[in-house]
């Protein structure tokens, strides 16, 4: 996992941009985990809390538990950025993340479709601001994140 791969120029436009995205992670959040239902609607399935299948993205995205999981989302976002310089500590827990991923049934192909919606949540929420060299930055952070996460289908269950 190497931070190397973002310019300084990179780093300082993620910051920016997130610092004016950060302050309302719930809403912004909602703008993004919309989207991603719009693109891709048999994901909603892969949401349940206490057995309970939610009929409508609008459903879902009310729910306390699924606002929980949008706020746990916003971190993971804002562990990446705050760790710009060293990503490589942030490793272990994203492959983690990813094994956790695996296990409730999230593809790995899904996480193309959550770096779309991030994308269009991060112009919707910038406006004007969101440049092609601020966009460009956010598609290297992002893959660098999932790359990391993808190791967690990678690395075998114990006893395998």
């Excluded at 985990?33 to 048999?42: A, N």
């Excluded at 991923?101 to 601001?129: D, N, P, R, W």
């Amino acid at each position: 996992m190497e931070s190397g791969m973002l310019s300084r120029t990179q780093r300082a436009l993620i910051r920016e941009s997130w610092r004016r995205v950060s302050g309302s992670p719930v809403q912004h959040g909602v703008v993004l985990f919309s989207r991603l239902f719009e693109l891709d609607p048999d994901l909603l399935p892969l949401f349940q809390y206490n057995c309970k299948r939610f009929a409508s993205p609008q459903e879902c995205l009310a729910a306390p538990e699924f606002l929980d999981h949008i706020r746990k989302v916003m971190l993971v976002i804002d562990a990446a950025v705050s760790h710009l310089e060293d990503l490589p500590c942030l490793e272990e827990y994203l492959c983690n993340l990813g094994k956790k991923h695996q296990a409730v049934g999230v593809k790995v192909e899904s996480f193309s479709t959550v770096g779309e919606s991030l994308l269009y949540m991060l112009e919707k929420c910038l406006g004007a601001a969101f440049s092609p060299d601020v966009r460009e930055a956010w598609i290297k952070l992002y893959g660098v994140v999932v790359k990391a996460m993808q190791r967690g289908w990678e690395v075998l269950p114990e006893g395998d």
